[in-house]
């Protein structure tokens, strides 16, 4: 949905905040920019219906959720199997938490958190069987580094 639309710098400002602080209220955001609540409402409708804004999301620990294996791995699907199929069967696995279609030697990347490696064995097992996986490779996460997404919005 995102065609180009004129971004300008409290829009960046705007954006920089709500990464950070996808809660804020439009009062705090307002002294943020130095705009009202109401002039940075619009706005921020404006980011929304453009399709720049797209949500607000919240940061999980899945290790405090009982998944500590995090994982990234990547698919090549079997000849004649449909993206679109294999795509709306990752709807059924629940600790698949995001997926991107990729250039290169694999077709997919997934991240997933399991609890423990049974389940992790189970899910490719059952990938490999039911959703047209031909091949994959996996890393475990050993951790996050955290990095500001705010810098993207400094590139012009």
Do not use: W
């Not at 404006?46 to 797209?54: N, P, Q, T």
């Not at 999301?57 to 990547?74: N, Q």
């Not at 709306?88 to 423990?116: K, N, W």
């Amino acid at each position: 949905m995102s065609s180009k639309v004129a971004v300008d710098a409290v829009d960046r400002e705007i954006l920089a905040v709500l990464l950070h602080d996808g809660r804020i209220t439009y009062q705090e955001l307002g002294r943020a920019v130095r705009l009202s609540a109401n002039a940075v409402a619009d706005r921020v409708r404006r980011l929304r219906r453009s399709g720049i804004l797209r949500g607000y999301r919240a940061d999980l620990d899945f290790a405090a959720l009982g998944r500590p294996l995090v994982l990234v791995t990547e698919i090549r699907l079997r000849d004649g199997m449909s993206g679109e199929e294999f795509e709306r069967g990752l709807r059924g696995f629940p600790q698949i938490f995001s997926a991107a279609h990729v250039t290169g030697e694999y077709d997919y990347q997934l991240r997933m958190a399991c609890a423990d490696t049974a389940e992790f064995e189970e899910l490719i097992e059952r990938l490999k069987r039911e959703h047209g996986v031909r091949e994959l490779r996996s890393r475990l996460v050993l951790r996050q580094i955290p990095l500001d997404p705010a810098g993207v919005l400094e590139i012009t």
